[in-house]
């Protein structure tokens, strides 16, 4: 009965490559996102998708491409993965667009890149 | 656009002890202030929340505060225990662009 689920759970890959991570949320929201978590626990939004129709996109790289295929998934695809992109990636849902809604997290993709 | 600071960066109590984190922001037409919990290997989950309309709200053992006055809410945990242990992060809406702003966190420690 996982709310929101994120797959794989750890990701270890070589510079250059591509890869992607992929987002389900069964609670029936509008809204999902993916944010980045760096090493020093900053939490930042890279993207937002309202009914599969992108909303925020905060000055991420082009080699980052969200994909939402229906409202409860959100996948998020990475080109040319680079030293830098190593993070925790964390997917988030939320009933509908409005930033006092809360948000449900998942259980975040730790992304290494060697 | 909305700046959050949060304080401190780290905080180690006794497990019994209280335990206050402070978040500060630019944005006085903010109306929502949330506080997440991040557990371990986990994400952030919401614990308490509060609204412009009121100026406390409690949940058993935490409570948020705010003084829309000096742009300031706190978490406060009485009565802390090891489980309290995680990483604490406060939030604010940013007036355009239906997006949360984030605090930097703050790890707290409870020690037995």
């Known amino acids: 009965d996982t709310a929101v689920s994120q797959t794989p759970k750890y990701l270890v890959t070589q510079m250059g490559n591509d890869k992607s991570i992929k987002c389900e949320q069964n609670?029936?929201?509008?809204?999902m996102y993916w944010y980045k978590q760096d090493s020093k626990k900053f939490l930042k939004i890279m993207f937002s998708?309202?009914?599969?129709?992108?909303?925020i996109n905060e000055t991420v790289p082009n080699r980052f491409s969200p994909k939402s295929p229906d409202k409860a998934h959100l996948n998020l695809h990475i080109n040319s993965l680079e030293l830098g992109d190593s993070a925790v990636y964390f997917c988030?849902?939320?009933?509908?667009?409005?930033?006092?809604?809360?948000?449900?997290f998942g259980p975040g993709t730790r992304l290494t890149v060697l | 656009g909305e700046n959050v600071e949060q304080h401190p960066s780290t905080l180690s109590v006794q497990e019994g002890d209280s335990a206050v984190i402070k978040c500060t922001y630019s944005d006085s037409a903010s109306n929502y202030f949330p506080w997440y919990k991040q557990e371990l290997g986990k994400g952030p989950q919401l614990i308490i929340d509060?609204?412009?309309?009121?100026g406390e709200k409690k949940d058993q053992r935490i409570a948020v505060t705010l003084n829309k006055t000096a742009k300031h809410f706190s978490l406060h945990i009485t009565e802390t225990q090891p489980e309290d242990s995680a990483v604490y992060f406060c939030a604010v809406p940013r007036r355009y662009g239906n997006k949360l702003v984030f605090g930097a966190g703050t790890i707290l420690r409870v020690k037995s």
């Open positions: 988030a849902s939320s009933q509908e667009r409005l930033s006092t809604d809360t948000q449900y």
């Open positions: 509060i609204r412009s309309n009121v």
């Open positions: 998708y309202n009914n599969k129709e992108l909303i």
């Open positions: 609670l029936g929201h509008d809204t």
